[in-house]
């Protein structure tokens, strides 16, 4: 166990809709990352918070937004969705201790959420 | 930026064989490199790390190497069991930056 809890773990929708996936860091960790993993593919990723603010982007469409809540818990939002955005996303956390985010430390992931889209 | 490659992209070994999986990255500056094993339905989870300080680092039947001249790290599974099987992602990271993940291999340990 990771220690990084993402609900639901799996969600099926329609094209058009939106939805939210929430990701809860280990106990401490200020750092949260969220990657896309679509099907027999790598972890392409998306945002990453530190402590309540965005500190790094990576290929998130527009039709995704992120959030850190200030009890360090983040939440995802997926809109308007496509088929192709069918797929798991994983959180994952980092940063225990650490006064800025630096990313030295080990990334620890969650069990993801499957979201597949009809 | 940062780019890892990672071959092979499939691998087929019998049990107790070994497994070795390299990776390649661009980044010069880049000092950290783990490995992750993402099993079935699972979040990948870290088995070994290499800092750019050591050449060679070796946990049980797991190993990793790293050239910094070449830019090049590798995973060595040796005596390979049935639970090996899984997809093994590399990743490079500099310091304050970043990981950035190879496209993953696909390790198959046959009975």
């Known amino acids: 166990d990771s220690g990084v809890t993402q609900t639901p773990k799996h969600l099926i929708t329609a094209t058009g809709q939106r939805v939210t996936l929430r990701c809860s860091p280990r106990?401490?960790?200020?750092?949260v990352y969220w990657y896309q993993q679509s099907l027999d593919q790598g972890l392409q990723f998306l945002i990453q918070y530190y402590n309540g603010e965005e500190r790094a982007k990576g290929n998130i469409l527009e039709r995704f937004s992120a959030q850190q809540f200030p009890d360090l818990h983040s939440e995802l939002n997926l809109s308007s969705l496509e088929l192709g955005d069918s797929a798991l996303y994983f959180c994952?956390?980092?940063?225990?201790?650490?006064?800025?985010?630096?990313?030295?430390?080990?990334?620890?992931f969650g069990e993801g959420s499957r979201l597949t889209v009809l | 930026g940062e780019n890892v490659e990672q071959h092979p992209s499939t691998l087929s070994v019998q049990e107790g064989d070994s497994a070795v999986i390299k990776c390649t990255y661009s980044d010069s500056a880049s000092n950290y490199f783990p490995w992750y094993k993402q099993e079935l339905g699972k979040g990948p989870q870290l088995i070994i790390d290499?800092?750019?300080?050591?050449g060679e680092k070796k946990d049980q039947r797991i190993a990793v190497t790293l050239n910094k001249t070449a830019k090049h790290f590798s995973l060595h599974i040796t005596e390979t069991q049935p639970e090996d099987s899984a997809v093994y992602f590399c990743?490079?990271?500099?310091?304050?930056?970043?990981?950035?993940f190879g496209p993953g291999t696909r390790l198959s340990v046959l009975p």
């Open positions: 290499i800092r750019s300080n050591v």
């Open positions: 106990s401490g960790d200020l750092s």
């Open positions: 994952a956390s980092t940063g225990r201790g650490l006064a800025q985010p630096l990313n030295t430390g080990e990334l620890f």
């Open positions: 990743a490079a990271r500099a310091y304050g930056q970043n990981f950035v």
